[in-house]
């Protein structure tokens, strides 16, 4: 039973980060009603300016919060100068506009911060320790039920939870909030009450990539390091979680996150075939099996089109 209960520990903990990127996928899908493929990538982009300017002997807290100002304005350039433009004319070209701005942005850490850092072996660049958000040691921990969490996953965890409710307080009580989702389901007859829609398409897509950077530096931080492969597997967790908890539901991202945490563990644990290297591969999955049974996802809106 207390192997069950850190395995489930262990996947909730997991899950937390997951959760923190799919927050970031449906507030633009809820927002503007794009998938942005290049969510982790903005990600990483932000990791790796907060460990620069944790370089430049900026505080940790301090370099999260320039870190977030640093994806508001990428996910803001990108919205204005690239999704835009080609959201006139073809939804499709969104698709292909983030593809390409994922590998861009991949490109364009291996350029600025010379390729990929990899701790302990050489290889690369420096060696690099990156800081975490949650500095207590590793062996901090405290026992639920025999089942042994860690400080930092507490953190993480609660760090969700708060956003979550930050969140669903913009969504449902603010101007902002209304605003995005009046845009995601008709943008047209947002235009005709006054709604400035291409504001409301800015604001999205940054708050959601400000977002996607805190997911980013936990990430980095629970690895105690950056490289350009990090976030290639999170992003495919968090478009699980997204899935499962429905593109237009906040709640739905932080339940599917956490859940899709929790089932990889407990799968990798009692399957030995699965093992830790095939997670990925429950991951699609969930994804086909939620899109075979329930496409709008467990708390998604199902959309109905009269014809």
Not at 215 to 236: D, H, K, P, R
């Amino acid at each position: 039973m207390e192997l069950f209960l850190q395995r489930t520990v262990d996947g909730l903990s997991e899950g937390s980060v997951y959760a923190l990127l799919a927050l970031g996928l449906v507030i633009i899908y809820r927002g503007t009603g794009h998938l942005n493929f290049a969510h982790g990538e903005m990600a990483l982009f932000c990791a790796y300016a907060v460990y620069q300017f944790g370089e430049w002997g900026i505080p940790i807290g301090i370099a999260v919060v320039m870190g977030m100002g640093v994806g508001f304005l990428v996910g803001a350039t990108a919205e204005v100068a690239l999704v835009r433009p080609v959201a006139r004319k073809s939804a499709f070209a969104v698709f292909i506009v983030t593809i390409g701005l994922f590998q861009f942005l991949n490109w364009l850490d291996g350029a600025i911060w010379g390729g990929q850092q990899l701790p302990n072996t050489g290889v690369g660049s420096k060696q690099v320790s990156y800081p975490s958000l949650f500095p207590a040691a590793d062996d901090d921990f405290v026992t639920i039920f025999g089942a042994e969490i860690t400080i930092k996953s507490l953190g993480t965890i609660g760090l969700v939870l708060v956003l979550s409710a930050v969140l669903f307080f913009v969504f449902n009580r603010t101007k902002l909030g209304l605003a995005m989702r009046a845009v995601a389901s008709n943008a047209d007859s947002a235009k005709l009450v006054g709604i400035r829609t291409n504001t409301v398409l800015m604001f999205s897509w940054g708050i959601a990539a400000a977002i996607g950077a805190l997911g980013g530096v936990v990430t980095a931080g629970n690895a105690q390091s950056v490289s350009q492969s990090l976030m290639f597997s999170v992003f495919i967790y968090a478009s699980a979680a997204a899935t499962l908890g429905g593109f237009d539901s906040p709640l739905g991202a932080v339940v599917g996150g956490l859940a899709i945490g929790v089932i990889q563990n407990l799968t990798a644990g009692y399957v030995e075939w699965v093992g830790q290297e095939m997670k990925v591969g429950v991951s699609f999955l969930v994804i086909v099996a939620v899109l075979l049974v329930k496409p709008s996802g467990l708390f998604g809106t199902a959309k109905v089109e009269r014809v």
